[in-house]
């Protein structure tokens, strides 16, 4: 069929750099590989048109003129490190990225509040808080290289939701442009506000589909009082650590982590760092008290005691604190060695953990699967990760239905098949099953209210 382009791909560039001449634009082939997919990102999405960095509101208010007056998709895009296919390019697209707007703008101790631009690194945030007494909670695993703006778009979760909630439950206020160019204010520095529709919370975990962040106001907090504690136990199994976690959870103590690893998880990791936690048991729980004293520690140990946990050991020095951490960090790396992979990212209802885990251990055994689950056993969050043969460069057809059998399990369980990973391209189809027909709908008639156009990461979030 005929093609009758109005514009070459030429004249947008040139429009496009009049439009934002602050900000770095990549158009060569060459270039737009690099950017084409993210660090755990697919690839597979299309050819970017441009790469953008911007480096200021009205630089994105340009290339939402653009995408608006050649009908082109907009990919937001802060540190590159979804685990979705969230940021990686569109056929076509305009890659919009704020890694240049990385201000840490306000650090303010009195209010207990910092405001960022979108490209701030968490650890930097982090670390500004810290110069002043206080600290940044969330941690999504990615601390190090993972930015704001990223986090808030996903609502990220990690290892200390269990005690401090997920981005979401620390964002006071964000700025956003909208697909029109129009830049939003939104929520307030206050701990409190009752103003208004809670649009705050709207554009928070949106995946860059109804706007572009610009600013985010967050809660900071305290420095704990007393010196931290982490520590280690073994179990038999999952089901019995998860039952375990339930009951410190519900005892009055409120750890900042809750970390598990099965069995083969602790093996992966044997090999990967030369130790030999595996010969302990069949299950590894990492906990971690911020605060608390003597009598958390206490009440810790007898839950534990009380499940029969073993080699339970704890310790306050810091560079020991440091090593047990660090198993936790080196998880990742250690089970993807084993070959090809996918991670998944359940949540249950933390009265169902104990089933989950039970259900993955059966569904591995039943479909001859090879699958290493760990996961953010303080609320309820597992990641199995399913391995195949590194030759095998299609997905296995067991491995596909392992994973529909565990998401199907996670809804049936009053759960979700997201917890902290956010949709992305990958999940994007189980919006009607998950949350419902009507739902479903009706998210789609939000983002055609605020992008009539489907300009902002089409296909990612909803589709």
């Known amino acids: 069929m005929a093609f009758f382009p109005a514009y070459s791909d030429t004249e947008i560039i040139e429009f496009l750099k009049a439009q934002a001449p602050n900000a770095i634009i990549v158009a060569d082939t060459e270039g737009l590989t690099a950017h084409q997919s993210g660090k755990y990102g697919l690839g597979a999405g299309g050819h970017l048109l441009a790469y953008i960095e911007v480096a200021d509101v009205a630089d994105i208010q340009s290339v939402l003129r653009t995408a608006r007056k050649f009908h082109l998709p907009v990919i937001p895009q802060a540190g590159a490190t979804s685990t979705v296919a969230g940021s990686d390019g569109l056929e076509h697209g305009l890659m919009l990225s704020t890694k240049r707007m990385n201000k ?87 701990l409190k506000q009752a103003f208004g529709y809670n649009l705050t919370q709207l554009f928070v975990g949106a995946e860059g589909t109804l706007g572009i962040i610009t600013e985010v106001t967050v809660k900071i907090m305290p420095i704990p009082l007393g010196k931290p504690i982490t520590g280690m136990a073994f179990f038999p199994d999952m089901k019995t650590l998860a039952a375990a976690v339930t009951e410190i959870r519900a005892s009055g103590v409120y750890p900042a982590m809750l970390e598990a690893l099965d069995g083969a998880t602790v093996a992966a990791l ?37 499940f029969k946990a073993q080699n339970i050991s704890v310790t306050s020095d810091a560079d020991e604190q440091a090593a047990i951490l660090k198993l936790r960090q080196d998880m990742l790396p250690a089970v993807f060695a084993n070959g090809n992979h996918v991670m998944e990212d359940m949540a249950v209802p933390m009265s169902q953990l104990a089933n989950m885990m039970d259900y993955i251990a059966k569904i591995a055994q039943e479909l001859d699967v090879e699958i290493y689950t760990a996961g953010h056993a303080g609320d309820g969050n597992v990641h199995p990760t399913l391995i195949w043969p590194k030759e095998e460069t299609e997905v296995p057809a067991k491995v596909t239905k392992a994973l529909q059998l565990m998401f199907r399990e996670a809804l049936r369980l009053g759960g979700t098949i997201s917890g902290e990973h956010a949709v992305g391209l990958l999940k994007n189809q189980w919006n009607n099953e998950e949350l419902g027909e009507n739902v479903d709908q009706l998210q789609h008639q939000i983002k055609a209210l605020l992008d009539p156009m489907n300009l902002l990461n089409p296909g990612r979030k909803i589709d």
Not at 144 to 158: K, L, Y
Not at 165 to 171: C, L, M
Not at 173 to 186: F, H, N, P, T, Y
Request: hydrophobic share 40%.
């Open 104 to 190: 840490i703008i306000d650090v303010n101790r009195a209010d207990q509040v910092a405001v960022v631009q979108p490209g701030v690194i968490n650890q930097d945030l982090d670390n500004a808080a810290r110069k002043v007494g206080m600290f940044y909670a969330p941690d999504p695993g990615s601390k190090a290289i993972s930015a704001i703006g990223g986090n808030v778009s996903t609502n990220a979760g990690g290892m200390s939701t269990v005690k401090y909630g997920a981005t979401r439950d620390n964002v006071l206020g964000v700025k956003v442009v909208l697909a029109d160019g129009r830049e939003l204010s939104l929520g307030h520095r206050t």
């Open 270 to 306: 044997d090999q990967f760092e030369g130790t030999h936690y595996a010969q302990n048991s069949g299950a590894l729980l990492i906990l971690h008290l911020d605060n608390g004293g003597d009598e958390a520690l206490q009440q810790v140990q007898t839950i534990l005691g009380d």
